[in-house]
């Protein structure tokens, strides 16, 4: 299938939303970020954050969801979504290999999606990380309002 195109971007909230889900960060011990929401890379807006971490460290997902797509594309590298409901998505990307989590598949928080690799050739001047993009309705937010303090 065709990849889904990155959410439109709109402003970060400048509060956590209330969204009622508990959320944790994808990377078990790695909260720093190499890139930030709406930084300009290579010209354009970054609207995702990326989280620098080895290569085959394992990703968890932030949030209880379900798994909406699972695919490859050349910006993206091997990518994944949760849908978590109430119009809020995420998307992993930047995986090492095919997720290990499938299309339908309910995860809860902390379920390991995959491992961070170097897959997204768009970014692949850079060290290895996960590209992490958020979307409520279909907007690009920054990730980071939703998760927990670092």
């Known amino acids: 299938p065709a990849p889904t195109p990155a959410p439109t971007p709109s402003p970060a909230p400048t509060q956590a939303p209330s969204t009622g889900l508990s959320m944790t960060w994808p990377l078990p011990g790695y909260s720093k970020l190499s890139t930030h929401f ?3 890379i290579y010209g354009s807006a970054h ?3 990326d989280i620098p971490a080895p290569k085959g460290t394992p990703i968890v997902a ?3 969801g379900t798994v ?3 695919g490859f594309d050349p910006e993206r590298g091997n990518y994944l979504i949760l849908d978590h409901g109430d119009g809020l998505t995420s998307t992993y990307c930047n ?3 095919k997720p290990t989590v499938s299309e339908g598949d309910t995860v809860s928080t902390g ?3 995959g491992v961070v690799g170097e897959t997204a050739i768009a970014e692949s001047s850079r060290p290895s990380h996960l ?3 958020m979307a ?3 907007k690009a937010v920054d990730p980071v309002s939703y998760l927990p303090q670092r």
């Open 136 to 138: 409520q309705d279909g």
């Open 38 to 40: 709406g930084e300009v």
């Open 68 to 70: 909406t797509e699972v």
């Open 47 to 49: 609207y995702a954050i």
């Open 111 to 113: 379920t390991v999606l």
């Open 131 to 133: 590209h992490l993009e």
């Open 62 to 64: 932030a949030a209880d």
């Open 95 to 97: 995986l090492s290999a």
